[in-house]
């Protein structure tokens, strides 16, 4: 496919339906191919519980893996995708239904070479998973309908797909951004929306970034869509904002005295439908930081420091995650290799929920995802060491 003539303009892509599945002739890879991971749920639950204090929580063995995305439909069923990097890897789904510690479903969504983080949406009975793919060079979504799963890449010419971040659109669409990094000569950060069958696809902030700084997007009750990532260039965390076709780039916290500032962001929406709540890693050293917590809009801002941590390494992570309760309350979970916490800002102080240690003998994975469910309880997922590549674990609050 020929790069576009002008990245300002969305460009419609050919539906899948029209191209076929998008899989070379080769490629013998089954969308939903079911996986034998059975273990006594009593066993999977003692594997993932950690070090500490876990009254109140539950544990579960979601499967083998790293890197998971979590969603929670409102009935409390929890969703999870998790991946293992590798040349003959794959991409996979798993679902543990209400109150349940063993895992009800587990496929395969497709096999071949992919890179996390990935991301996990729902919306009503379907399921919309996003990785990327080294292969194709194209972030891909693994569409699940009931039982049923499908493959649609969302083709560009670039290397596009890294870190990818979606939401459900007001009008029931999927919105997506990753990245098209520096590392692969790529143009900078790339915004599609799924429509069902067609891909339109723009450049929504242009540049040349790494991929491995993490970003987030989200859409506000007036339809402008905002993705929060980290300029690897400035040391900064930057916001993109799309509003009436038209993307404008600010910045959230500029890098100060840190190392740098904006690392591994996550968002989320206030309910009064404008006011978003962010939390990201400002780092002092390679392997020291604070979690940051930022509230307000495009070039208005109020940060405070949220929980010290240390002992992290790597890049391309999750260590930050936030939702928030029913009272509208930021609670924020953080992840190191060995340490995991729990906590909610109330007032503009610093409440303690659960701080948890990797067991013996155990690495955390440093990445997090948290979700508050209808009922109120609070859903994590994370992955640590102990199976080959990884174990990916569930806990859940009472």
């Given amino acids: 496919m020929k790069r576009w003539g002008s990245w300002g303009a969305a460009i419609a892509v050919a539906s899948l339906a029209a191209c076929g599945d998008g899989l070379g002739p080769d490629d013998a890879s089954t969308p939903g191919n079911p996986v034998d991971d059975t273990m006594d749920p009593a066993v999977g639950a003692l594997m993932c519980k950690p070090s500490g204090s876990t009254t109140g929580w539950a544990f579960s063995r979601l499967g083998v893996g790293t890197k998971p995305a979590l969603a929670v439909g409102d009935d409390g069923t929890v969703h999870a995708a998790f991946i293992f990097e590798d040349g003959d890897g794959w991409t996979r789904y798993a679902r543990l239904d209400p109150g349940g510690q063993a895992v009800s479903s587990l496929v395969t969504i497709e096999e071949g070479f992919f890179y996390g983080p990935i991301d996990l949406v729902l919306n009503g009975a ?22 049923d799963w499908s493959l649609h890449p969302m083709p560009n010419s670039g290397h596009d797909g890294w870190y990818g971040s979606g939401t459900v659109s007001a009008r029931g669409t999927l919105l997506t951004a990753s990245y098209d990094p520096s590392g692969f000569e790529g143009a900078g950060m790339i915004y599609g929306e799924w429509n069902g069958s067609d891909w339109t696809i723009e450049l929504a902030a242009g540049g040349s970034f790494d991929y491995a700084g993490g970003m987030a997007l989200v859409q506000a009750g007036d339809g402008s869509v905002h993705v929060a990532f980290f300029d690897d260039v400035l040391g900064e965390i930057m916001l993109a904002t799309r509003t009436g076709g038209e993307w404008t780039v600010t910045t959230v916290e500029a890098g100060g005295d840190a190392l740098d500032v904006g690392y591994f962001p996550d968002m989320v929406v206030d309910p009064d439908g404008s006011t978003l709540h962010m939390v990201y890693l400002e780092r002092a050293t390679a392997s020291t930081g ?15 420091d949220v929980v010290e941590v240390a002992g992290f390494s790597g890049s391309a992570r999750d260590i930050a995650t936030l939702d928030l309760d029913a009272f509208g309350r930021p ?37 997090t995802e948290i979700e508050i469910d209808a009922q109120g309880r609070t859903h994590i997922v994370r992955w640590q060491s102990g199976e080959n590549p990884g174990t990916v674990c569930h806990a859940v609050s009472g």
Avoid: C, N
């Avoid at 998973?129 to 292969?135: G, K, S």
């Avoid at 604070?290 to 405070?304: I, Q």
């Fill in 290 to 304: 604070v979690v940051r917590y930022a509230r307000g809009g495009p070039g208005a801002f109020e940060m405070m």
């Fill in 126 to 147: 379907r399921s919309w998973v996003l990785y990327h793919d080294h292969t194709r060079g194209d972030q891909v979504l693994g569409a699940r309908i009931g039982s």
């Fill in 331 to 367: 609670v924020i979970a953080t992840q190191t290799k060995s340490d995991f916490t729990v906590v909610r800002l109330v007032d503009g102080a610093v409440q303690p929920i659960a701080s948890f240690s990797a067991a013996s003998g155990i690495t955390l994975g440093q990445q």
